[in-house]
């Protein structure tokens, strides 16, 4: 599938594994994925879009770029995929900013919450750097 064409549909990555499938036409924007997506979630629309943003990952050399809200998503893809093709990246809704706290963040928005727990356990639970001394 190359970029541009009139029926561009990505799959976006959650953190629980699961996936979403979003149509794409020029006009498409990063915040349309975001706010799309979180809506599915049943997500509070007035607190949690700005926290959250699309990583935009290469699968075999670790390449990753956050995809700018306000840009079109074809014109992002086309400027960071380069020659690879499109079917050898992920895209990954991750909450990029973080809460002020996150008692905060449960009290107005419990799928975001939710969901930022996934995200933090996600991680420590994939960091290969974390070793447990036995001693």
């Not at 306000?70 to 990954?92: A, M, N, Q, Y």
């Amino acid at each position: 599938m190359s970029v541009g064409e009139h029926d561009t549909v990505i799959r976006v990555l959650l953190v629980n594994g699961e996936s979403r499938s979003v149509r794409l036409d020029p006009r498409t924007e990063v915040a349309d994925i975001i706010y799309y997506i979180l809506s599915r979630l049943r997500s509070n629309m007035e607190v949690s879009p700005p926290l959250f943003g699309i990583l935009l990952y290469h699968i075999s050399s670790g390449e990753h770029h956050w995809l700018t809200p306000g840009f079109s998503v074809l014109d992002l893809i086309t400027s960071h995929c380069g020659k690879r093709p499109l079917e050898e990246w992920r895209f990954h809704l991750r909450i990029r900013v973080l809460p002020k706290t996150p008692q905060n963040l449960f009290s107005q928005d419990p799928v975001a919450f939710s969901y930022y727990y996934d995200q933090v356990l996600h991680m420590y639970l994939e960091d290969d750097s974390i070793s447990v001394d036995n001693e």
